[in-house]
């Protein structure tokens, strides 16, 4: 049996979320995440032993988690700066990789469950979508936004943006974060100046 250690883990995991952002989750077996994460297969079963749903919502924990903390520290300075931090970030993912990757969480969330049931990696992406919302949304409200109009300017820059991913990704272009970017500092700048 391995040794457990939590950079084994955390390294299986981000790399379970990196493959899930490039593949799709449906795409994409317990093996190929273990040799993404340079694991063996055998320590991924020794963290993940309910297998593949298991890992899955922990990588789109991680991610959710990731951008939280992103979002959390730029929003200290203002909705302004952490819608700059968010697109900022989705930018870095998409030209770093040549395109190629886009959001787990997304990924997770657009996948046909195998059941009618929700996986727990679904549950795990609304959880992640609520709580970048809820972030944006108490920033501007602590802005002077009234609380609806936080709320419903905060899901529209968690969507757009989410969307502007996918669609830089089917372009192998940036124009479309460009121009989104550009009206969601737009409609942020009215709302806290208004």
């Not at 040799?35 to 593949?52: C, D, I, M, N, R």
């Not at 030209?95 to 049931?117: H, K, N, Q, Y």
């Not at 969507?159 to 969601?184: F, H, I, N, W, Y």
Request: charged fraction near 20%.
């Amino acid at each position: 049996m391995p040794k457990s250690s939590p950079q084994a883990r955390e390294r299986i995991v981000a790399g379970a979320a990196d493959m899930i952002s490039r593949r799709g989750l449906s795409a994409t077996s317990i093996r190929e995440m273990a040799k993404h994460a340079k694991a063996p297969l055998g320590s991924t079963y020794h963290y993940f032993p309910e297998g593949k749903q298991q890992l899955a919502t922990e990588a789109v924990r991680y991610a959710g988690d990731t951008v939280a903390r992103l979002l959390s520290k730029e929003l200290e300075a203002g909705p302004a700066a952490g819608l700059g931090a968010f697109l900022a970030l989705w930018r870095k993912v998409v030209v770093g990789t040549g395109f190629r990757a886009g959001c787990p969480v997304l990924a997770v969330s657009i996948e046909e469950p195998p059941t009618d049931e929700i996986p727990p990696a679904v549950l795990a992406a609304a959880e992640a979508f609520d709580s970048w919302e809820n972030l944006l949304a108490t920033s501007l409200r602590e802005h002077g936004v009234a609380a609806e109009q936080a709320a419903q300017l905060a899901t529209l820059v968690v969507a757009a943006v989410e969307g502007t991913v996918a669609m830089c990704r089917a372009k192998r272009s940036t124009q479309p974060l460009d121009r989104t970017a550009e009206q969601l500092q737009a409609l942020i700048a009215a709302a806290v100046e208004g």
